[in-house]
């Protein structure tokens, strides 16, 4: 936690002298007491009840210490929007997305968490879609306008390429369509360490499935990623030994009515995570899906900032001016 003023927490110096202060004054009450004849107040003064005594005066102290800390202005560490942020959305549209183990189907899923995380990161971030099977393809370039990107979810459908999955090819182009959004900020390397701090540029990595085809490698495109400074976040979508799949007949790539198994290859997208300083997340099904999505929808666009917190010390302050002024009335001895 840091301070704007932070000089005024001197304030506190105060608080040991109320000590000393409040004690004098209660070995003055405790002599009036023992010099008054009804016994039967004396007992209510002295006897038992010393606990009770100083409670009251301890919430009335921690109450001014929180008011002197909103004094200094406080800020806590926290992420705030940046408007400057770019994300890129990667989702596989391959074959295999047709699944059925994740419901109602891999992809439909993946359509709708994606639109829940458009919900959630902020508004100014530009969100930019590439769909990806044999190739990639540029579904919407980075744009603040959340009802075009949505528009382009619902048709990654038609986005089929060449058939199989390209990773790494689909992670180079990702790079490269970040690089365009922020132009001049891209580029140097960086440590894992602090990637995902500086970085304009973040990427989320939806596939169900093993690489295969495609110029690069997996790992090849991640480097690529970690070379520009862009931490990718990846999903791996689907139930650990996959499902058995069953092609539509209009599906023109493998058969119609052809059925085998479809595994999602989460040690590969756990790898690319890792090499890029991004997070991995494994998806078996439709809630865990969107729970990471909206996770990252709380993360991704949002940059290492300081938030004041001084009407939250202001608000705890006066919560315990209100406890100690009630135990004092409801606890404090009455004098004749």
Not at 1 to 7: C, D, I, N, R, V
Not at 26 to 45: E, G, H, K, W
Not at 66 to 71: H, I, R, T, W, Y
Not at 242 to 253: A, C, E, I, K, Y
Request: one cysteine or more.
């Amino acid at each position: 936690m840091t301070f704007g003023h932070p000089y005024l927490l001197l304030t506190l110096l105060a608080l040991p002298a109320l000590v000393v202060a409040y004690r004098l004054l209660d070995r003055r009450r405790m002599r009036y007491a023992v010099t008054f004849t009804n016994l039967d107040v004396l007992a209510s003064v002295a006897g038992g009840r010393d606990w009770r005594r100083v409670i009251a005066p301890a919430f009335f102290l921690l109450a001014l210490a929180s008011l002197c800390v909103a004094l200094a202005r406080p800020h806590r560490p926290t992420l705030i929007a940046s408007n400057q942020a770019t994300v890129i959305l990667v989702v596989d549209v391959s074959g295999s997305m047709q699944a059925t183990d994740v419901k109602p189907t891999r992809l439909q899923a993946a359509q709708e968490a994606a639109k829940k995380f458009l919900d959630l990161v902020p508004a100014g971030v530009r969100v930019g879609l590439i769909a990806f099977s044999g190739d990639p393809q540029v579904a919407a370039f980075p744009t603040t306008d959340r009802a075009a990107v949505k528009a382009s979810l619902d048709q990654l459908s038609y986005f089929r390429g060449y058939g199989g999955t390209a990773i790494g090819d689909a992670l180079a182009a990702a790079v490269r369509l970040g690089q365009q959004a922020v132009p001049g900020q891209l580029g140097a390397p960086q440590t894992i360490a602090n990637v995902h701090k500086k970085s304009l540029v973040s990427i989320l990595f939806l596939s169900d499935g093993a690489q295969t085809r495609g110029n690069l490698q997996p790992l090849e495109g991640a480097q690529i990623a970690k070379n520009a400074g862009i931490p990718v976040f990846t999903i791996a979508l689907g139930t650990p030994n996959g499902r058995l799949m069953t092609l539509p007949f209009s599906n023109g790539f493998y058969g119609g009515g052809a059925g085998f198994p479809v595994p999602p290859d989460p040690a590969t997208l756990s790898a690319i995570a890792r090499v890029t300083g991004g997070r991995f997340f494994d998806a078996q099904s439709s809630a865990a899906l969107h729970a990471a999505y909206t996770d990252l929808g709380h993360r991704l666009g949002r940059a290492p900032g300081r938030r004041e917190v001084t009407a939250e010390f202001l608000a705890l302050a006066a919560l315990l001016l209100f406890f100690a002024g009630g135990l004092s009335v409801f606890w404090a001895p009455r004098l004749p």
